[in-house]
Each structure stands twice: as structure tokens, then as C-alpha cells.
């Protein structure tokens, strides 16, 4: 390429550099408004690191006080008689109530309330569904918890409650567990035993044994007391603090009858109930039998007027004869004495 030529092709390259590129000016404003947008966001996020970190202190110290709190919660319930259920349950909510105060702490440091309080306002809008959705799951939650705060009955009392009467094995977040004396073990939810009555036979440590007997009207009813008494102040459960306590309490049909009433320790062994009803019944038959003290059958009298006596009488003189049953005849004190006459009759 010789010099002429190369001047020229140097002459046009210079040409075509300095020509002005020209531009749309909508693209243009497009631009500087990213450019703007950006260097915005740029400031803004300088400015907003010195609370970025706070706010990550502050996250680092919500989980040291959440754990911190956790530990003495955990050792203050422990040295309580609460279900490890319940325990657990109470440590979490105490660790949940430290995160939500350190996370709305940190937003609002970050300048986030109005998230803060929407996020609060969702959570109670979905907390309101979910109760209506599972209100019965709900009930039995709170009353379990209300349960394990009043502490009505503990594990391994004997309860009355709902129709069942056995030893509670478990009380859940859900439901009861009753053991009953027949070896079954029934879950009644807790919303039922915290709102049905309950009667708890362990809580007074000791219970009253209840028994009737009834002696014969021709038995001298002072003599009947002294043996019943002495009978069952012998029985080996008897809490002896307590006297023993007999009562006449009336005139059965076919004797008089009298309630005996005593007292055993129930807590430690609550088989003691069944055996010391047990054996003041052996010692009471006993101690009447010893002292020729009749314990009546049931007996029944039966009145029969005074045609109707003649009306059998015919029938023993006349066998295989059938006797057409009379009309039932007035039982006056005549009438009863005649039968009473015809009965001695037939016996001589």
C-alpha cells in the first residue's frame, strides 16, 4: 500500500469516529431513571447497614435470652409436679414469647412495622379460622393445660368421672387415661373431665367404709352393738384414730337394722378399702354367730281369709279335685284370727 493510499483509508477511519452517535431521547430517560433507581437504592442501603447490623445483634441476643430463659424455665417446672408433657409445652411457649418480642424488635430497627403489623394482623385472621375449624381439639388443649395448672387430680389417683371410676395412668395434651379396677383403660378427652363432676378418692388420703347389717327382733340390740363393734375394731387396715361407729337406723321387714361405719388410710395402698370391708364383714358374721346373734333371712307372711282356708281344706280331703278360686274375702281381725285358728288346726 503506498502513502497516498494509506492517508486516505487513515483519513476515513478519523471520519467515522468522530461522527456523533445519536440516540432516541424516550431511551435516553429510560436510562437515567435506572441509573437514578439504582444510585437510590445504593444511598439508601448504605444508610440502612449500620441498622442491618443492629438488627442482626439484636437476632443474636433474642437467641442467647431465648435458650437463657428456656434453662430456668425448665428448672422451676421441674421441681413442680407437672406432666413432662405440660413442662416441655410451657418452655416452648416461654422460648416463642422471646422470639416474637426480639424479631418485632429487630424489624422495627429495620423500619419494617407496617410488616410487623400485618404479619400480626394474618396471623390472628388464620389463628380465628383454625379455632372455628378445630374447636374441639382446642377445647381439649386449654382444659388439659387449665388441668395441669389447678393440678384437680395427679397420676395414679383414683377418680370418678364421666361414668368411670379407676387410677389416672396419664393426663395428655388430649385426653385421660383411666385405668379401671377391671383392667381397661379408658381416654376421656379433657374437655369432658374438666367440665363433667369429678370426685377424687385419693385427694383426702383416708375413706369411709360404709356397711348395714340387721339382727333378729327377739336379740338383745345392746349386746348386737357390742359385738359389731368390738368385730370391727379388730380389723387389721382400721385407722384407729377414728372410732368405730354403729347406728340403728330403723325396722327392716324382717329384722332391725343398723349401719356400721370406719375410717382406712387409702393413699399409700388403695387396695386397703377392699380388704377391710372384707374382713369387718368375716369378723361381724363371726362375732354374731359367737354371740347367738341372729342375722334374719328374708321372710314373708302370708294372710289368707277364711274361705279361702276352706277352700284348701277341701282340696287335701278331695284329691285330684280342682278348686275354683273365691272371691277374695275382707281380712278383718275376725277373718285373721279364724285362719290363724285353721293354720294351728292342720299343723296338730
Do not use: C
Not at 89 to 109: P, Y
Not at 113 to 130: D, F, H, N, P, Y
Amino acid at each position: 500500500m503506498d502513502r497516498a493510499e494509506k492517508t486516505r483509508w487513515e483519513t476515513m477511519a478519523h471520519a467515522l469516529h468522530t461522527v456523533p452517535t445519536v440516540m432516541p431521547e424516550s431511551s435516553l430517560d429510560a436510562v437515567d431513571q435506572i441509573l437514578a433507581k439504582l444510585l437510590q437504592w445504593w444511598n439508601e442501603g448504605a444508610a440502612m447497614v449500620p441498622n442491618l447490623v443492629l438488627a442482626l445483634v439484636i437476632v443474636g441476643l433474642t437467641w442467647l435470652a431465648a435458650r437463657w430463659v428456656g434453662k430456668v424455665m425448665q428448672r422451676a417446672l421441674d421441681r413442680t409436679h407437672f406432666q413432662p408433657q405440660i413442662i416441655g409445652l410451657f418452655v416452648s411457649l416461654t422460648k416463642l414469647a422471646v422470639w416474637g418480642a426480639g424479631l418485632v424488635l429487630a424489624l422495627n430497627t429495620l423500619h419494617l412495622s407496617k410488616a410487623v403489623a400485618t404479619a400480626i394482623a394474618g396471623v390472628g385472621v388464620i389463628g380465628l379460622a383454625l379455632g372455628f375449624a378445630f374447636q374441639d381439639i382446642a377445647a381439649n388443649f386449654m382444659s388439659g393445660i387449665i388441668m395441669a395448672v389447678r393440678q384437680p387430680f395427679a397420676v395414679g389417683d383414683v377418680i370418678e368421672t364421666n361414668g368411670f371410676v379407676g387410677t389416672v395412668t396419664e393426663l395428655g395434651m388430649r385426653a385421660t387415661m383411666i385405668r379401671r379396677f377391671t383392667g381397661e383403660v379408658v381416654m376421656i378427652p379433657n374437655r369432658k373431665v374438666f367440665s363433667e363432676p369429678l370426685t377424687n378418692v385419693s385427694a383426702a388420703k383416708q375413706r369411709r367404709v360404709d356397711l348395714e347389717v340387721g339382727v333378729s327382733y327377739n336379740d338383745d340390740l345392746a349386746e348386737a352393738e357390742r359385738l359389731v363393734r368390738t368385730a370391727v375394731e379388730g380389723v387389721a387396715d382400721r385407722d384407729g384414730s377414728r372410732p368405730v361407729e354403729v347406728f340403728f337406723k330403723g325396722f327392716g321387714a324382717s329384722s332391725i337394722d343398723l349401719d356400721v361405719r370406719f375410717w382406712v388410710d387409702y393413699g399409700a395402698d388403695p387396695g386397703a378399702f377392699l380388704r377391710a370391708r372384707s374382713h369387718a364383714v368375716m369378723a361381724i358374721k363371726a362375732a354374731l354367730d359367737d354371740g347367738h346373734i341372729t342375722i334374719p333371712f328374708p321372710t314373708h307372711t302370708l294372710e289368707l281369709g277364711g274361705s279361702a282356708i276352706a277352700q284348701f281344706d277341701r282340696a287335701g280331703s278331695s284329691p285330684g279335685a280342682v278348686v275354683a278360686p273365691a272371691e277374695p274375702a275382707a281380712t278383718d281381725a275376725s277373718t285373721t284370727a279364724a285362719a290363724a285358728a285353721a293354720r294351728a288346726a292342720t299343723r296338730r
